[in-house]
């Protein structure tokens, strides 16, 4: 009868239940608000989901993030299984390949057809160096300071690309978190930064139809900024050089089957490894944290003023334009693509249903994700990686 308790006692006491603490159910109480927002609501289910999955799961069971080992034995015991997700980012493998993706899934011509995006793409990074000084003021040093102030970019792939290069693995959860939240919570913060910069009737302008874009122009623009970009900072290379040849396969038309892998079945593999990864790095150990607050925080200031920066250098150009350019696509320069082209699109119509923005916001929100990958660059080049 002892070994019948002792076995139900060890069994027990093998439950999660005695091994939780507070902060554990306090982040799995977390990543099920993630689902709901994802699942009943529509944030960006193909980020979230995974994300607040692996959250779930570490806070659980810590060991699927467990390092390998070897015992006083001499025995050696592998990892968990999501530990090996997540030195895929930390080599940088996984934010490369998604870029990969991106460039074989958008259309580039929007910012071929208006080269003035790029001005938008460029405004709408003051969020990221603004970011920077605020992390510097609140005690972060340099590297760490510019790990989290990609955030501003609303880019998740290069914000854990950038913590990886710059040693900062200790604080890439909470900005993968932060960047891949805001990314998600587009369509809720931004409309009223667009609404409170901009007049009623700016938000009525139409603009005039995009110029018609040659096949030659299509496939030489990613040459050309590849080499231009990666001549200048050859630190961005693995994300602009993989955005651009996953362009270059959508637009060249001879490789039918690598754009259709890369943009599809490639994508979606790769964002089920860096979702999961991401959310497993969210332990309660790891996140709650002061940093954590502070880092979600100036997440989120960056991410405002780099909205608020493409907005209002959309006013000024609608003014030296004599009202032809709508301020709303300034807002699309961060580089979630195309969620904030999409809420340009949503804000633009809800002033004049008629109104047709979206191809115009793709030029900034293209631009922005090699506005992003440049300031990236940028920091790698300060702090010589």
């Not at 693509?337 to 900034?364: C, I, W, Y």
Request: charged share 10%; net charge neutral.
């Amino acid at each position: 009868m002892s070994n019948v308790v002792d076995t139900l006692s060890n069994l027990l006491h093998q439950t999660a239940f005695f091994n939780l603490t507070w902060g554990n159910y306090l982040m799995i109480l977390v990543a099920f608000v993630f689902l709901y927002l994802a699942i009943k609501h529509g944030f960006e289910p193909l980020l979230l989901v995974p994300i607040a999955f692996g959250m779930l799961l570490v806070n659980i069971y810590p060991e699927i993030m467990a390092q390998p080992y070897t015992d006083a034995a001499g025995i050696e015991h592998a990892g968990g299984l999501l530990h090996y997700f997540y030195i895929l980012d930390e080599w940088s493998i996984l934010p490369s390949l998604i870029f990969m993706g991106v460039g074989a899934m958008t259309d580039f011509k929007p910012l071929i057809a208006n080269p003035k995006s790029f001005l938008l793409g460029a405004a709408a990074q003051l969020g990221i160096y603004m970011a920077y000084f605020m992390a510097i003021l609140l005690g972060f040093n340099g590297k760490a300071a510019a790990a989290i102030s990609i955030i501003g970019g609303a880019d998740g792939p290069t914000s854990i690309f950038l913590a990886g290069k710059l040693g900062q693995t200790a604080l890439m959860g909470p900005i993968a978190v932060a960047a891949y939240s805001y990314m998600s919570l587009v369509p809720i913060i931004q409309p009223p930064i667009m609404k409170l910069l901009t007049t009623e009737e700016e938000r009525k302008i139409k603009m005039e139809q995009l110029r018609p874009v040659s096949k030659l122009e299509t496939i030489l623009f990613p040459i050309i900024i590849t080499v231009v970009v990666c001549l200048i900072l050859p630190s961005t290379a693995p994300l602009v050089g993989m955005l651009m040849l996953g362009n270059l396969f959508r637009e060249c038309g001879v490789v039918k089957q690598l754009t259709e892998t890369a943009s599809n079945a490639l994508m979606y593999i790769v964002v089920i490894l860096l979702g999961t990864s991401v959310g497993a790095s969210t332990s309660a150990e790891a996140f709650l944290k002061l940093d954590t607050l502070k880092i979600v925080a100036l997440g989120l200031i960056a991410f405002a003023v780099g909205t608020a920066g493409g907005v209002l250098l959309g006013k000024l150009m609608c003014k030296l334009s004599g009202g032809k350019i709508n301020p709303l696509i300034g807002s699309a320069g961060v580089s979630a693509v195309p969620m904030a082209a999409r809420v340009s699109q949503k804000v633009g119509a809800e002033a004049d249903p008629t109104n047709f923005l979206l191809m115009h916001a793709m030029g900034p929100n293209v631009a922005g994700v090699i506005g992003t990958a440049v300031a990236a660059g940028t920091f790698m080049a300060i702090f010589g990686v």
